[in-house]
């Protein structure tokens, strides 16, 4: 009894520590509801939601920390049902977003930046005045 007693917390502990290892997954570009912790959890940049996706709207926050209290908002709103999509950009110097019934929100790309103009050509030279000697 107490030998299968042993071997049951054995197979128990082992099992507690399966998946406690360190994440290495990427930054998500997609996200729905929730608080996610910028640059961990999601890539900072610009993105756009479904819209809300219940009848009250949906509320989105930037914030300075995980506290939860009014002075880490850093940036916040409101969106109504029937306003359609939101914009929200998330910077890199913010420490965590909040989403709640805006759907899933999705990174815009970012467009590629214009080619520089090609230089102007080299004017052409001029030509010295020909005297017509060699002036030795």
């Known amino acids: 009894m107490f030998k ?10 082992g099992t507690a520590f399966i998946g406690t290892g ?3 997954a990427d930054p998500a570009t997609s996200f729905g509801n929730g608080t996610w912790a910028v640059g961990t ?3 900072p940049g610009t993105y756009v939601s479904d819209g809300a996706s219940d009848e009250y709207g ?3 926050e930037r914030a300075s920390s995980f506290e939860g209290d ?3 908002i850093i940036a916040n709103d409101f969106i109504s049902p029937d306003s359609g999509q939101a914009v929200v950009t998330i910077k890199a110097s913010d420490v965590a977003f909040n989403s709640e019934d805006c759907g899933t929100w999705t990174l815009k790309a970012v467009p590629a930046p214009a080619p520089k103009p090609a230089p ?10 020909w005297t017509g000697s060699a002036g030795f």
């Not at 299968?4 to 054995?10: D, E, F, G, Q, R």
């Not at 102007?120 to 030279?125: D, G």
């Open 41 to 43: 959890d999601i890539v």
């Open 120 to 129: 102007a050509p080299a004017p052409a030279p001029v030509p010295l005045p």
């Open 4 to 13: 299968k007693s042993l071997i049951a917390a054995a197979f128990l502990a």
């Open 22 to 24: 360190v994440a290495s």
């Open 70 to 72: 009014f002075d880490s």
């Open 58 to 60: 949906c509320y989105w």
